[in-house]
């Protein structure tokens, strides 16, 4: 005669078995009854583990909070802050408009009408897209967009499939193209 013994934990195991009164977790679950799911063990890098799920520290983002949602501080020229579906942080610029880019790191032609390439991308004032919010600039050749590629596309007949190569890409460089020719001269003194 065989007898069959069952070990008894003082809580049931919720996601694993008893073993000597005490709950032995399955892979991937903690806690007194195997119940707490547990995270990506890069989490406690920059965020804490709470029933599987990762909450990031300010200014982390991601499952396992790896990504620097605000890289460098936001390089002290932004507010690291929370937005978006999903709760994002992201450098919001201050400073008058002045910078730009997921950091903070770029500078923006400022002021728009001297005659100075204020941001160093050597564009100068209406030349640069930065100014294309100015009244002044608003009609500049760097401004303005061009033809939907696709809205060309459509408006031509479909092409035979023997056509010549010129024939083909006529869309991106013929006259009503989505190319656009700036009016500008260059002068590389």
């Given at each position: 005669i065989s007898t069959?013994?069952?070990?008894?934990?003082?809580?049931?195991?919720?996601?694993?078995?008893?073993?000597?009164?005490?709950?032995?977790?399955?892979?991937?679950w903690?806690?007194?009854?195997?119940?707490?799911?547990?995270?990506?063990?890069?989490?406690?890098?920059?965020?804490?583990?709470?029933?599987?799920t990762c909450a990031c520290n300010r200014g982390w983002n991601g499952p396992s909070c790896t990504l620097d949602g605000c890289p460098n501080g936001c390089n002290n020229r932004g507010n690291c802050e929370r937005s978006g579906p999903n709760g994002d942080w992201h450098c919001v610029c201050v400073g008058g408009g002045k910078w730009r880019g997921s950091a903070c790191q770029f500078p923006v032609e400022g002021d728009c009408n001297d005659g100075v390439d204020n941001d160093g991308d050597g564009l100068i004032d209406c030349n640069d897209p930065d100014c294309c919010q100015q009244p002044a600039c608003r009609s500049g050749d760097s401004c303005i967009s061009g033809t939907n590629p696709r809205q060309v596309l459509l408006s031509e007949p479909p092409l035979p499939l023997v056509s010549s190569f010129e024939r083909r890409?006529?869309?991106?460089?013929?006259?009503?193209?989505?190319?656009?020719?700036?009016?500008?001269s260059f002068d590389p003194k």
């Open positions: 069959i013994t069952t070990e008894t934990c003082l809580f049931p195991c919720d996601n694993g078995v008893c073993s000597n009164g005490t709950c032995q977790c399955y892979p991937g903690s806690g007194l009854r195997c119940h707490l799911r547990q995270c990506d063990s890069r989490c406690k890098r920059n965020g804490a583990c709470v029933n599987g890409v006529k869309f991106l460089i013929g006259k009503e193209s989505v190319q656009l020719f700036a009016s500008i």
